[in-house]
């Protein structure tokens, strides 16, 4: 750990950047072989293997693998042992073109060594704050300016804005902003596939722009191509886990749930970037829902006696976020949210809290967790109304609760 400290100095604070891959130099561990990264990823961890018989174990996961290269190309040129110390040696047949290569002597460097975990836990980190830092200054920021790909219509004021453009004229779906971030790149990427008269679903290319639009229309290929994982940048779900994406995730909990996921339909939507027909906003406690945030936020305060708008009164927008995924997880796990004592069910753990008069929010410390940034429930259409000033008003002038929701 000491040395992890060493190398990584606190950075000092800089406003957000504009591109999140550019282009940098990494030189290789053992000579001085230079790559491009991250166009070259695979051929640098390729090099390590054919030229060094060095192995990177899950490197295509490494955050930034460059800082992670340099890490250890210090480590490994200030000791002579480091080799043995930190990595796994073992013999393996090497298959070449005409013959096999038999017990080659290699070394393998994974997380199973407390200092490869530590720093790639700290270059996530790292690569998740950031991201979180760039999405905050395009929420906040009035400054955005963009003509539309489309049409003449040009956009002074919020990236929302703009996409909800492109969204409800030219039927362009690239999600909703909230899931985005480093949103200025992205259009750029689809404006340079345009012009170049590329489907930005099916990535085929067209005689001139008219055939491309009218293939676009008529395929419904207005979204990005899901198998296409560049990508995956742009979209904030992607930095929940290291080395997890959405679609990793997605397929895994619809397997369990014994169906195909979308994005291994043939079409390949992404049920993330589709709006549903309806927008059921799901209690934080029971599988109650209802059509509108006053309809859950009155269920709420009726039947678990959560003022969901009084305890969060105060909270920027970031916070209520941590707030509602914090509930998600514990109920989901069917834990209470100030005890954590565990239930058999979801039914006793609301006995449990009522008994207790446990609902209500415990110390700031125990929800205000990076984890929490990231949806618990897929489609949690209660964070889209997490900003919305005029749901109190709503509800004060509501007389009746109702029976049902």
């Not at 509602?324 to 039914?347: G, H, M, P, Q, Y």
């Amino acid at each position: 750990m000491s040395r992890l400290s060493q190398f990584y100095r606190p950075a000092a604070a800089q406003p957000p950047c504009s591109s999140l891959e550019q282009n940098q130099f990494a030189t290789c561990l053992f000579c001085d072989e230079r790559f491009t990264l991250p166009s070259e990823e695979g051929n640098i961890l390729k090099h390590l293997f054919v030229t060094h018989h060095f192995i990177i174990a899950e490197g295509h996961v490494i955050s930034n693998l460059k800082k992670y290269l340099d890490f250890w190309r210090i480590q490994f040129e200030s000791s002579s042992n480091a080799l043995e110390k930190f990595c796994t040696k073992f013999k393996v047949d090497i298959e070449h073109e005409c013959d096999i290569e038999k017990d080659v002597e290699c070394y393998m460097l994974s997380d199973h060594v407390e200092e490869d975990k530590c720093l790639r836990q700290h270059l996530h980190k790292e690569k998740l704050e950031a991201a979180l830092t760039q999405q905050q200054f395009e929420r906040e920021d009035t400054s955005f300016k963009r003509c539309c790909l489309f049409c003449r219509f040009e956009e002074t004021g919020t990236r929302a804005k703009y996409l909800e453009h492109l969204a409800s004229n030219h039927n362009l779906q690239l999600g909703r902003p909230d899931n985005l971030v480093y949103i200025d790149d992205f259009l750029d990427n689809i404006e340079d596939k345009i012009k170049n008269l590329i489907c930005i679903f099916c990535e085929r290319t067209f005689k001139d722009r008219n055939v491309l639009r009218e293939h676009m229309r008529k395929k419904g290929h207005k979204r990005p191509n899901p198998r296409n994982r560049f990508y995956n940048q742009f979209y904030i779900v992607n930095y929940r886990e290291m080395g997890k994406t959405w679609q990793d995730e997605t397929q895994i909990n619809c397997r369990h749930q014994g169906y195909r996921s979308d994005s291994e339909d043939e079409d390949g939507h992404w049920s993330d970037w589709e709006e549903k027909e309806e927008s059921n906003i799901v209690c934080l406690f029971c599988p109650r829902s209802a059509h509108s945030d006053v309809g859950i936020f009155l269920h709420m305060s009726a039947y678990h006696n959560f003022s969901f708008k009084e305890l969060t009164h105060g909270l920027h927008f970031y916070e209520k976020v941590k707030v509602v995924n914090f509930i998600r997880r514990k109920v989901l796990d069917t834990r209470c949210i100030i005890c954590d004592s565990k239930a058999e069910s979801n039914s006793a753990l609301l006995v449990h809290m009522e008994e207790a008069k446990h609902f209500r929010l415990p110390e700031k410390e125990v929800w205000d967790q990076p984890e929490f940034f990231f949806p618990i429930l897929e489609d949690d259409n209660l964070l889209t109304y997490l900003e919305n000033d005029d749901t109190d008003d709503k509800i004060k002038k509501t007389e009746n609760l109702p029976g049902e929701i």
